[in-house]
């Protein structure tokens, strides 16, 4: 990830969405998502709060599951 400000509250962040999303997507994945979020959050209103990374990495991984369910 990029230099974030509060590593303990996103590696909390991962940590939370890890469980709640396994079984469904790939530690990768996760990480991935909040990778994007994080980034996506910086571009669009200048700052990435982790609540408001782990919002936005939380609807993206719904949305895979979702279509990996109508897929499957």
Excluded: N, W
Excluded at 57 to 68: C, D, G, P, S, T
């Amino acid at each position: 990830m990029d230099q974030l400000p509060d590593f303990d509250a996103y590696t909390q962040v991962e940590t939370a969405l890890k469980v709640e999303f396994a079984g469904v997507h790939p530690a990768a994945t996760v990480t991935r998502c909040i990778e994007a979020a994080h980034h996506g959050a910086m571009e669009v209103t200048g700052y990435a709060y982790p609540s408001l990374v782990e919002r936005i990495a939380r609807k993206h991984l719904q949305v895979l599951a979702a279509v990996a369910g109508e897929r499957g």
